[in-house]
């Protein structure tokens, strides 16, 4: 016997979502079933929510329910440094931090030529531009350390040369808290290459 | 630094799902934000489907988007036999199992007087009337053999003792494919007990 059919498109479009399988989805399906008609508006307007209120920042693209967004306005954060991204979860986790004094730019992705995504894609247009027509005085290349996130880096710092800022990369090494013995001979060299006076 | 106030409602409308914490849900919620506007308004449609589309079925108060609903329209089922169960979830897999051919009856739950579900709670008067106005001349009660699901058929065993009907009980035992050696006694008596000649 099959669900009834508004409960086996509800079940099929939680499925979608990453890390939910069938059974989880039919789990979180007959829940919202079970649950009152004020949680299931509530959590139907938050979705769409998300997707009409909330918007890209103009100046660094981020999301943000404002434009330009909170870190963007804050005149007490320095303007003239800027801090690459690949995504939007990269920049809460550095603000989580919160040593962070400087601005952001949000790239929305990696380089990926295998996936189709070359520059066009990405939103490198919008960060020379900035550099270029605005005080910036170091632009900090924050992508990540897999290939995409060095390629990336590496395509970014050939395109920003021509431009007066200093660039840096974030230092990669040992994360805090992990044993030698259990890294691997890249991180090591890393480490290696890295290593600072004590 | 916060998400942006519909991202964080969002997150805190998903994270009231079961078995969604914190973390999950900024990671639905994320992937959300990213995904394309048709998908969200899919999701969005499909959660108000099940609470609009979706009713009780007046006979067997299961959950159905028809009323009565497919198995209580269907002629081929006995409907002299109800099978009595707490849950849709129960009735789902009594059907998944594909042999029953009689009908079902949907309490909503069992009773539970110390979280406040008396006989008033469930679905209990509807099984009595729908028992004494058609021919049914069997109920079986197949609530759960957890000590609610005991206590619920116990109750419902004698308020159906007055109504010609005969009254069964799922069988309990050992089920297929464990070890008697990793069984409970509880579940080793009832086996015992309810031995059948090979």
């Known amino acids: 016997m099959q669900y009834a059919e508004p409960i086996n498109n509800l079940i099929k479009a939680i499925s979608r979502l990453p890390g939910i399988g069938e059974k989880t989805a039919t789990r979180l399906a007959l829940y919202i079933l079970n649950s009152k008609k004020e949680y299931v508006d509530e959590l139907s307007s ?16 981020t999301f943000s329910d404002t434009d330009p967004c909170i870190i963007c306005k804050d005149d007490s954060r320095d303007a003239s440094i800027i801090c690459v991204v ?7 986790a550095l603000e989580g ?34 550099v270029d027509s605005s005080a910036v005085k170091e632009v ?3 992508t990540g350390f897999d290939s995409e996130g060095e390629a990336t880096a590496a395509y970014l710092s050939r395109l920003l040369k021509p431009y007066n800022v200093k660039l840096t990369r974030l230092a990669s090494g040992i994360p805090v808290g992990s044993y030698v013995e259990y890294m691997d001979g890249a991180t090591l060299g890393r480490a290696l290459e890295g290593r600072r006076e004590f």
Chains 1, 2 share one sequence.
């Open 46 to 61: 938050c979705l769409l929510g998300v997707k009409d209120k909330v918007t890209l920042c103009s100046v660094c693209m």
């Open 86 to 92: 690949s995504d939007y979860k990269d920049m809460m």
């Open 140 to 142: 900090i290349l924050a």
């Open 97 to 130: 931090m919160g040593g962070y004094k400087g601005r952001y730019h949000i790239l929305h992705g990696n380089l990926a030529p295998l996936k189709g995504i070359g520059p066009d894609e990405l939103r490198i247009h919008e960060l020379i531009s900035r």
